[in-house]
C-alpha cells in the first residue's frame, strides 16, 4: 500500500475530490463568470474556493440521505468563457456549454454571479420544457432593467419568466429582503408565485419550516424544477463572502432544512451563485456553499437507490 491512499484529499481541485468527469451521472462545473454584478466583484473565484471547502466533506456518508455522491459525481472544472464579451455573448457561450453536459448529466453549476442561471436556465428549458423554480436569494432579481442596463445578475428572474423558461405560477422565491420598487419586490408574487420573505421567516427553524416546505411541494408537484441559489440568501453573518450583502437573512440550517425536505421535488439541476471569497472570512461561505450542494447531491443520489 502506498502511503498516498491514506492522504486526506486536501490537494485536489475537484469537488469532493470526485475524478474528472467521463460518464458519471451527475457533474459539477464551474461558471466563473462576474462580469454582471453592481456592487462587489470577485464571484468569478467562487468555483475554485467553493470545491476547496468540498474537499472536507469527500469521505463520508450524508447524515441525512447515507449516501456519497463518490462514484457517480465527476467535475468538469470550469468553463472557458468570453469574459470581456458583451453579456449576450458570454450567456450564449454558457447555454452552449451547459447544453452539452445537460444532455448527459444531472448538473450543479457553480458560479460566477447571478447573471449565469439566465443562459442555465435556457439550456435546462430547451432540455425539460417549462420549468418550476426554487430561487433562494436576498434579492428579487426581478428589476426590469439594470441601472439603465438591459440585463445585469438582477434581471435574469423577470427574463426567465417573460421567456417563458419558467412558470410563474410555479416559481418560488425564498429568503428576499433587499430594498426596491414594490412593483419588483413582489411580482412574482404579482404573477401567481410564492414568495417567503426573510422576515417572514424570522423564528422558524426545523419543524417550524414544515408546513410552509409542504405548500410548495404541494404548489410544484411532479414538474421538472430547477433550483437556484444565491448563497446571499444566508444573513451575512453566515456568508460574508458575497457581492451584495444583506443583513436580516436565513441561517444555514434553515437553508439545510428546506433542501432536506423538498428532496422528494423532480429536481433536474441547480446552481449556486455568488460566493466572492474575496470578502469571506475563515471560509464561511465557502464552506456553507459546499455543503449546500453536497446536500443537494446526497438528496439526488438518495433516490437512485430507491
Ligand atoms: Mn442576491
Known amino acids: 500500500m502506498s502511503?498516498?491512499?491514506?492522504?486526506?484529499?486536501?490537494?485536489?481541485?475537484?469537488?469532493?475530490?470526485?475524478?474528472?468527469?467521463?460518464?458519471?451521472?451527475?457533474?459539477?462545473?464551474?461558471?466563473?463568470?462576474?462580469?454582471?454584478?453592481?456592487?462587489?466583484?470577485?464571484?468569478?473565484?467562487?468555483?475554485?474556493?467553493?470545491?476547496?471547502?468540498?474537499?472536507?466533506?469527500?469521505?463520508?456518508?450524508?447524515?441525512?440521505?447515507?449516501?456519497t455522491p463518490l462514484g457517480v459525481l465527476g467535475d468538469a472544472q470550469d468553463m472557458r468563457l468570453p469574459n470581456a464579451s458583451p453579456l449576450?455573448?458570454?450567456r450564449a457561450e454558457i447555454e452552449r456549454q451547459?447544453?452539452?453536459?445537460?444532455?448527459?448529466?444531472?448538473?450543479?453549476?457553480?458560479?460566477?454571479d447571478h447573471s449565469v442561471t439566465l443562459p442555465l436556465l435556457r439550456a435546462a428549458k430547451a432540455r425539460h420544457g417549462e420549468l418550476a423554480l426554487v430561487h433562494f436569494d436576498a434579492h428579487c432579481d426581478t428589476w426590469e432593467d439594470h441601472f439603465g442596463e438591459p440585463s445585469g445578475h438582477g434581471t435574469w428572474t423577470y427574463e426567465a419568466i417573460q421567456e417563458g423558461l419558467v412558470s410563474a405560477a410555479h416559481t418560488v422565491q425564498i429568503g428576499l429582503r433587499s430594498s426596491g420598487a414594490r412593483a419588483a419586490r413582489?411580482?412574482?408574487?404579482?404573477?401567481?408565485?410564492?414568495?417567503?420573505?426573510?422576515?417572514?421567516?424570522?423564528?422558524?427553524?426545523?419543524?417550524?419550516?414544515?408546513?410552509?416546505?409542504?405548500?410548495?411541494?404541494a404548489r410544484i408537484g411532479e414538474r421538472p424544477?430547477?433550483?437556484?441559489?444565491?448563497?446571499?440568501?444566508?444573513?451575512?453573518?453566515f456568508a460574508p463572502g458575497t457581492g451584495t450583502p444583506e443583513p436580516g437573512g436565513m441561517?444555514?440550517?434553515?437553508?439545510?432544512?428546506?433542501?432536506?425536505?423538498?428532496?422528494?421535488?423532480?429536481?433536474?439541476?441547480?446552481?449556486?451563485?455568488?460566493v466572492a471569497?474575496?470578502?469571506?472570512?475563515?471560509?464561511?461561505?465557502?464552506?456553507?456553499?459546499?455543503?449546500?450542494i453536497w446536500t443537494y447531491l446526497c438528496a439526488q443520489v438518495a433516490k437512485l437507490a430507491l
Not at 453536459?101 to 457553480?110: S, Y
Open 3 to 67: 502511503i498516498g491512499q491514506f492522504a486526506y484529499a486536501n490537494n485536489s481541485n475537484r469537488f469532493l475530490a470526485a475524478p474528472a468527469l467521463q460518464d458519471h451521472a451527475f457533474a459539477v462545473a464551474g461558471v466563473p463568470f462576474d462580469g454582471a454584478v453592481t456592487n462587489r466583484p470577485g464571484a468569478r473565484f467562487g468555483p475554485q474556493e467553493i470545491r476547496r471547502a468540498s474537499l472536507m466533506l469527500c469521505d463520508g456518508l450524508h447524515p441525512v440521505f447515507h449516501v
Open 88 to 90: 449576450a455573448d458570454v
Open 98 to 112: 451547459a447544453s452539452a453536459l445537460m444532455a448527459a448529466h444531472h448538473c450543479v453549476f457553480i458560479g460566477g
Open 186 to 217: 413582489e411580482y412574482v408574487k404579482d404573477q401567481g408565485g410564492l414568495i417567503y420573505t426573510a422576515r417572514e421567516l424570522r423564528g422558524k427553524d426545523g419543524s417550524g419550516l414544515y408546513s410552509l416546505i409542504e405548500d410548495i411541494k
Open 225 to 237: 424544477c430547477y433550483l437556484t441559489l444565491d448563497i446571499d440568501c444566508l444573513d451575512p453573518a
Open 251 to 274: 441561517s444555514s440550517s434553515q437553508v439545510l432544512t428546506f433542501l432536506e425536505e423538498l428532496a422528494p421535488l423532480h429536481w433536474i439541476g441547480m446552481d449556486c451563485v455568488e
Open 277 to 292: 471569497p474575496a470578502y469571506d472570512h475563515a471560509e464561511l461561505t465557502s464552506t456553507a456553499a459546499a455543503t449546500f
